[in-house]
């Protein structure tokens, strides 16, 4: 079973900047590709960013620019560092591990924005 332990987000003024970590339990090299997904109230989960295996990244059109995800192969770790955050970024943000036959989940962490 593979573990996804999120951390970093919380409170963060309009303009400011976070960074949200997730660790995972076996080396990341094992899944396709790792990212982070967000939902905020009443809507539906969406794609922020993803890293492939080999580094290649995406990123949706709202963030581009402005987040960036990397990860740290020693530590079998994602970031996301996100700058000139604003209101609609506020959300519950999720790590996210493709492992081709299934996905896998961290536990959320809520980023908050406030002006």
């Known amino acids: 079973q593979v573990q996804l332990v999120q951390s970093g987000g919380g409170l963060v003024q309009a303009g400011g900047s976070l960074r949200l970590s997730c660790a995972a339990s076996r080396s990341i090299f094992s899944f396709d590709a790792m990212g982070w997904y967000r939902q905020a109230p009443g809507q539906q989960r969406e794609l922020v960013a993803t890293?492939?295996?080999?580094?290649?990244?995406n990123y949706a059109g709202s963030v581009n620019g402005r987040f960036t995800i990397s990860r740290d192969n020693a530590k079998n770790t994602v970031n996301l560092q996100m700058n000139s955050l604003k209101f609609e970024d506020a959300a519950v943000y999720y790590c996210?591990?493709?492992?081709?036959?299934?996905?896998?989940w961290g536990q959320g962490t809520q980023v908050t924005v406030s002006s």
């Open positions: 996210n591990a493709d492992a081709s036959v299934r996905y896998y």
């Open positions: 890293i492939t295996s080999g580094g290649t990244t």
